[in-house]
């Protein structure tokens, strides 16, 4: 079964908009959340990550909300720019295990 | 500073041959893991090797087969390619045990035939 769902899987913003991703997951022993940015012809990279003891992180444009209570967690880019175009990917791992889990990703379009 | 390398980057193959993919990581990580990447699945783990001379299975392990054979090196191996093993492969180290970063190759994009 899948372990993250994130939706949506696709998301065209303009320039200077916002853009929202959000997963959900099931599994109250995950306690690592990060989230992962991919350009074309590479692989991805750590972003931002959370862990369930706040419920907000914010590091520049990017901010991860998280509220334990619905087992969801949402990336938010603010002032969206072109060069955030990529295909973007939750993850979630439990404590003490070495497996990360992905969502399936959303791929990030931002029209100039 | 090379990170993550993979070895090769493109391959194609005949449905019942074998190959072995390379990855080699020089940031001194204890953990070590393949992925496979298809459009709209994200990255699903084959196997992963948590210490020099450990493995273990990951979501999708059937028809793969690892070796980590030292603390720099894990190559994924597959013995009768199949179409459906057409994909991205990833390979991936992570370092600290307390944060769950991992660094990726730039992937090694395989089609089977």
């Known amino acids: 079964q899948q372990q993250v769902k994130q939706s949506p899987q696709s998301l065209i913003v303009q320039k200077g908009g916002i853009s929202i991703i959000n997963c959900a997951y099931e599994?109250?022993?995950?306690?690592?959340f990060p989230w992962y940015q991919q350009f074309p012809g590479k692989g991805p990279a750590l972003l931002i990550a959370i862990r369930p003891d706040v419920s907000e992180k914010k590091e520049g444009r990017f901010t991860i909300s998280f509220n334990k209570s619905a087992k969801q967690f949402s990336l938010h880019i603010m002032d969206s720019q072109p060069g955030d175009s990529a295909t973007y990917f939750c993850?979630?791992?439990?404590?003490?295990?070495?497996?990360?889990?992905f969502g399936k990703g959303t791929k990030l379009t931002v029209n100039p | 500073n090379a990170g993550v390398t993979q070895t090769p980057k493109f391959q194609v193959l005949k449905t019942g041959q074998s190959m072995t993919l390379q990855c080699a990581q020089d940031m001194n990580h204890n953990s070590m893991y393949w992925y496979r990447q298809d459009p709209g699945m994200g990255l699903r783990l084959i196997y992963y090797s948590a210490s020099e001379g450990t493995t273990d299975k990951g979501e999708v392990p059937n028809g793969y087969n690892v070796s980590r054979l030292n603390k720099r090196e894990f190559s994924l191996r597959l013995e009768s390619a199949a179409p459906s093993q057409t994909s991205v492969y990833f390979c991936a180290s992570r370092g600290r045990v307390d944060t769950g970063e991992l660094f990726f190759g730039e992937g090694s994009r395989l089609t089977v035939l």
């Open positions: 599994n109250t022993a995950f306690d690592y």
């Open positions: 993850a979630a791992r439990k404590g003490g295990s070495e497996k990360l889990v």
